[in-house]
Each structure stands twice: as C-alpha cells, then as structure tokens.
C-alpha cells in the first residue's frame, strides 16, 4: 500500500497482544465495552489488550479479568460510562440482600 501511495515508509509494525479480554457472546454491544476498556487497559498497562470471544478463542495468552471491587466502584471512572444512544448513563443494579459495606 506504501509504493501505491508514492511513499518509501514501512508500516509501523503492531506487536500481537499477549493479554486479551475474552467476552461471554459475540454480541456487537459486549464487544463494544469490551474494546473499550482494552483500550484503557492499554494505555494504563502500556501495552495492546486484544478482545476476543470465548465462542472463538484459541489463544495462547493471558486473560484479563475486569472484576470489579464493590470498594473500588466508588471511585470516580472505574466504572465507564455508556457509550452509544443512551445517553452516557450507567446503571448499576443490586441485590436488595446486599450487605451495606458491600455496596
């Protein structure tokens, strides 16, 4: 594609990621917020998170974990807002048994 485009330049060349976040289906929104936070994940870690479904994985690499904490839920940013047509909201439902120090 350089040469057709009159340039000598070699593509700068993307290590495969060695981390990957697997989703449970192939659903366009699941895999939407999980590209999401591999690209957070990514600028944090400082290096490529992959996505991939665990309908189709065969990987040889290391699985991300995104549990969250309830504790850690507090913080501002952790838990990202809703990309898309609703409005940036996120809503997160609880167990009304929940213990109050868990919420």
């Known amino acids: 594609m350089a040469a057709a485009l009159g340039s000598d330049a ?3 060349r993307m290590d495969e990621p060695t981390h990957y976040i697997l989703t ?3 659903s366009p ?3 939407l917020w999980a590209r999401l936070q591999a690209m957070h994940l990514g600028e944090v ?7 991939a479904s665990q309908t189709s994985a065969d ?5 991300v974990s995104l549990a969250i904490e309830p504790a850690a839920a507090r913080e501002p940013g952790v838990i990202p807002r809703c990309p898309g047509p609703f409005g940036g909201t ?3 439902l ?3 048994d929940l213990p109050p120090m868990a919420k």
């Open 90 to 92: 996120t809503i997160v």
């Open 59 to 63: 990987l040889v690499s290391h699985e």
């Open 29 to 31: 929104r699941e895999l």
């Open 10 to 12: 070699e593509p700068e």
């Open 45 to 51: 870690l400082g290096h490529r998170i992959g996505v």
């Open 94 to 96: 609880l167990p009304p």
């Open 24 to 26: 449970r289906t192939d």
